[in-house]
């Protein structure tokens, strides 16, 4: 197989999949963005909606990688875990888009879902990432290398997974 036939480069397909992440940050940012904001808000602002793009980007990544391109070995525990870490911002976001008029983070049912589904899936990636890199030989541990790019760039959020926490506060203030 050619190196490109492996997952390890970037397609037209991630990148539309890629786009969906800003599209869901839009969404969750939107109201806050609205409000009056320092200069200081506006860089918290920013800073936020990249790291919830990014993280809302792994569920369609992970479909769109897991139903068109039929890759050996796919997926893997990076996938699997920026897969469901950026769960939560997609449901709430379509929490938020249902709620018309009201301000959703006052709404219960979009407060409790998100801090919920945010503080499950934290715990979750925190006992994968313990238990796969932390528990075992450091042998085992390195692994990693000659994996797709999604593998890699999915255990970033997981490994940074009170970063979640942290803008999961910064969207419900």
């Not at 050619?2 to 890629?18: F, H, K, M, T």
């Not at 709430?92 to 983070?105: F, H, K, L």
Request: hydrophobic share 55%; with cysteine.
């Amino acid at each position: 197989m050619e190196r490109s036939d492996q997952g390890r480069d970037i397609n037209v397909l991630d990148g539309v999949a890629l786009v969906m992440g800003p599209a869901i940050a839009s969404v969750q940012m939107l109201r806050v963005i609205r409000s009056g904001l320092s200069p200081t808000g506006w860089i918290m602002v920013w800073l936020t909606f990249s790291c919830v793009a990014l993280t809302a980007a792994g569920p369609f990544i992970f479909l769109a990688r897991l139903y068109s391109r039929r890759l050996p070995g796919y997926p893997r525990i990076g996938d699997w875990l920026w897969a469901l870490l950026g769960l939560p911002w997609v449901i709430t976001a379509i929490i938020e888009s249902v709620v018309p008029g009201e301000d959703p983070r006052h709404t219960p049912l979009f407060a409790t879902t998100l801090t919920i589904s945010l503080a499950l899936s934290c715990l979750v990636a925190l006992v994968v990432v313990w238990g796969t890199w932390v528990m075992v030989p450091p042998e085992q541990a390195a692994r990693i290398e000659g994996a797709p790019w999604t593998n890699r760039v999915g255990l970033i959020p997981a490994i940074a997974w009170p970063i979640q926490c942290g803008l999961g506060l910064v969207v419900l203030s």
